[in-house]
Nanobody, 114 residues
């Protein structure tokens, strides 16, 4: 069974940076398109960024210019570099394949204080 393990979240002041990691096991990671998603308190999970198996990147307009997605196929890991963080970036961040696996990881909590 595929496992997704997110890490790297924390509490940061507005304007700060964090780097999230997601390590995947049980799949042919290098062949998969991967995405990052987030869920703010009381809201539905939303798309943040994606990277194709060939490295093509796309980010949501709300994070464009601030977040960068990358991947390292040698260690089955996808990253999300977040900078210029805003309080509205607060939430639990998840990664998943695109198309998504049915099971999600536990996510990693990001809290941005104003």
């Amino acid at each position: 069974q595929v496992q997704l393990v997110e890490s790297g979240g924390g509490l940061v002041q507005a304007g700060g940076s964090l780097r999230l990691s997601c390590t995947v096991s049980g799949s042919i990671f290098s062949a998969d398109d991967m995405g990052w998603y987030r869920q703010a308190p009381g809201k539905q999970r939303e798309f943040v960024a994606r990277i194709s198996s060939s490295g093509y990147r796309l980010v949501d307009a709300s994070v464009k210019g601030r977040f960068t997605i990358s991947r390292d196929n040698a260690v089955n890991t996808v990253y999300l570099q977040m900078s210029s963080l805003k309080p509205e970036d607060t939430g639990v961040y998840y990664c998943n394949r695109i198309p998504q696996y049915a099971n999600w990881g536990q996510g990693t909590q990001v809290i941005v204080s104003s």
